[in-house]
Nanobody, 120 residues
């Protein structure tokens, strides 16, 4: 079974940086999309960033220019570099991988989440 494990969360002051990692276990099928979500207290889970197999990236407007998603070509691991952190970035961050077996069906795989807390 596909398994994702996040790491790198913690407590940081406003303006600081953190780097999150997501390790993916071996799988017999290919993954089409990788990304990061976050969920703050009292809020709905939201998409933060995605990266395609070809390296194309997308970002939420709230993190553009501050966060960068990358993928390691030698290991099945991807990252979220977070700079200029703000208190509103405080949330549990989840890594995600998605498979599209057909044009109408998608399967999602989630990590357990890692806490990011930004103090003011």
């Amino acid at each position: 079974q596909v398994q994702l494990v996040e790491s790198g969360g913690g407590l940081v002051q406003a303006g600081g940086s953190l780097r999150l990692s997501c390790e993916i276990s071996r799988t017999i099928f290919s993954l089409n999309l990788r990304g990061w979500f976050r969920q703050a207290p009292g809020k709905q889970r939201e998409l933060v960033a995605t990266i395609t197999t070809g390296g194309t990236t997308t970002y939420a407007d709230s993190v553009k220019g501050r966060f960068t998603i990358t993928r390691d070509g030698a290991k099945d691991t991807f990252y979220l570099q977070m700079n200029s952190l703000k208190p509103e970035d405080t949330a549990v961050y989840y890594c995600n991988a998605k498979r599209f077996p057909s044009s109408t069906i998608a399967s999602n795989y989630w990590g357990q989440g890692t806490q990011v807390t930004v103090s003011s």
